[in-house]
């Protein structure tokens, strides 16, 4: 088994109209809607290393980053092996709402209001991560 840690910002913009909207992205390779995440190298952070992935994967740069860490893992068939995923995510708000995607593992990215984000979502993890990343937004 191979055990891999990945991390990110979920990016939040505030409208003008003072309401939030959520960066979602498209995987190039498997064809699914859901946060992107990306590899810790090797004396990074965890906050570090999602910046980083958030950064060269969209373009988008942080006012504010919140310490509160939300983490699931899933587990999935690579190759002759079996990958065991620990993905840890931060919630951001954004310093601008311009986004530049790496289109060579982005296929596509949508904003979206933050009660429509779990409908746009494939997989059943990142709803579940979604539902206590709300709660917590909402403060219940």
């Not at 090797?42 to 999602?50: F, H, M, N, P, Q």
């Not at 899933?74 to 709402?97: C, L, M, Q, W």
Request: aromatic share 10%; net charge negative.
């Amino acid at each position: 088994m191979v055990k891999e840690v990945s991390c990110w910002v979920i990016p939040l913009y505030q409208t003008p109209d003072g309401e939030f909207e959520v960066l979602l992205v498209k995987s190039k390779m498997g064809r699914h809607w859901s946060f992107p995440k990306g590899h810790v190298e090797e004396g990074e952070s965890r906050i570090e290393t999602a910046k980083r992935e958030c950064k060269e994967e969209t373009g988008l740069e942080f006012i504010t980053i919140d310490s509160k860490i939300f983490s699931e893992q899933h587990s999935f068939p690579r190759k002759e092996d079996i990958v065991e995923k620990h993905v840890h995510y931060f919630i951001g708000v954004t310093a601008n709402n311009e986004v530049t995607i790496e289109t060579r593992e982005i296929k596509d990215y949508c904003r979206l209001p933050l009660l429509e984000v779990k409908k746009q979502l494939t997989f059943f993890s990142d709803r579940q991560l979604w539902d206590n990343v709300l709660k917590y937004l909402l403060g219940k």
